[in-house]
Nanobody
């Protein structure tokens, strides 16, 4: 088991910024590729960003590219999602997820590969 706890969500005006954090209670955090997903009401859960175990490789969905930045601190067992220039359509529950990826530089984009999920944090962007 890899307990994941998200934080940093909230209410922000359009154009504003938020930084989400996801803390993992595990000694071998660097063994896991990480991803941030989001789910808006009535919609499927979609991948927003993903990062390799090393932190050197990242992926972003087209909808957030240039506005969101994913990063990780393996010494603090934490992955971050910096969100800037937020839009109303970014409103959703944001989840972090962990996958025990075998390759240090692999980015995982398939949600079915993620074994562990956090409880989610609500992000609401008012227009």
């Amino acid at each position: 088991q890899v307990p994941l706890v998200e934080s940093g969500g909230g209410l922000v005006q359009a154009g504003g910024s938020l930084r989400l954090s996801c803390a993992a209670s595990v000694r071998t955090f660097s063994y896991y590729a990480m991803g941030w997903f989001r789910q808006a009401p009535g919609k499927e859960r979609d991948l927003v960003a993903a990062i390799s175990r090393s932190g050197g490789n990242t992926y972003y969905s087209d909808s957030v590219k240039g506005r969101f930045t994913i990063s990780r601190d393996n010494g603090k067992n934490t992955v971050y999602l910096q969100m800037k220039n937020l839009k109303a359509e970014d409103t959703a529950v944001y989840y972090c997820a962990a996958d025990p990826a075998p390759l240090f530089f692999m980015v995982v984009t398939d949600h079915r590969q993620y074994d562990y999920w956090g409880q989610g944090t609500q992000v609401t962007v008012s227009s």
